[in-house]
């Protein structure tokens, strides 16, 4: 199946690119971006134009910032083509509601993509959960946005989500694993006070669950969730690379296939039975956290 990039930047060249590169489902027949582009692909900066030029490519995959996305997925889902959305899905819940409603009016998949969710291990994590009572868990997520996103000042402008923006992997890892959902009771926030998003987060669940979030880790990156049982306590770490029970190392027996490659099977097998994948539940925890967070305001951050 033919498939377009749209917006060729830092994670469509990371980790997109070779992922369909090595995909038997795909062929990246085109891309659409004002700047980026890849070596040997035809390349259009503009949308219309690249739609019009493909009616032979049924799906695009979209890999800008969240805020200019809903544009692109509209025009794209107008002219009848499947719609694969970097994370997070849309700048605001409302948006990706609407684009869900479009998708089905028009019936082609849309599939709201949560990277962290296609790690290797959080489908074992999962099902060793499933029949368990939680007592306690906690996600930590700490990394340097200097590392991860260089010189993006729109991460730290309305709509980017400053430190949600990794601390949305982590949730969507928790909503995927836990086998009962828990909403957000509390929250504190961390602005810089040169900045319009949060560059540290401290969040309070229902059932004894909780999370930290911290951009300003320069040293490692910490991207770990602990999940406690009567039965022993869970850990996943490096974002579901690695699975422990009790500290030791636990091998589920699943192949370790890698986030992209795992979601573009995924986007495949939507696409052939025309399916629509749209789980907001990371989303919600966030905007949630906006509704209720308290507001500290902290030394000012530049890249
Ligand atoms: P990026 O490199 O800053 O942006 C990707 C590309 O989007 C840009 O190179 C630009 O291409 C295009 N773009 C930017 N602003 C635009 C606008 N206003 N209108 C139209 N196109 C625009 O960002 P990124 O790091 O790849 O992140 C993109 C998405 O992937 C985000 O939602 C992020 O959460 C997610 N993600 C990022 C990472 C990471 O490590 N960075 C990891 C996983 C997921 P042109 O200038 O060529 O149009």
Redesign the pocket.
Known sequence: MKIALI??????L??HVPAIAGSEDWELAATC????SVPGVPAFTDLDTMLAAHPDIETVSL???????FD?AAKAIAAGRNVML???PGASLAECHALEAMARAAGVSLFATW?SRAADKVQGAKAWLQDKSITRAHVTWRESVRK??PG?D?VFEPGGMGVF?PGINGLSILTEILPAPVHLRSATLAYPENRQTPIAARLSFTGNTSAEFDWREEDRDVWDIEVDTPDGTLALRDGGARMEIDGADHDDGQPALGEYPRLYVQMADLVRAGAIDMDLSPLVHVADAHMLGRRETVEPFDF
């Not at 917006?7 to 469509?12: L, S, W």
């Not at 890999?63 to 996305?69: K, S, T, Y």
């Open positions: 917006g060729v930047g830092k994670i469509a990371d980790q971006s004002r700047h980026g890999c800008m910032p969240p805020v200019p996305r692109f970097e994370k997070p990277h991860w996103h993006q729109w923006d």
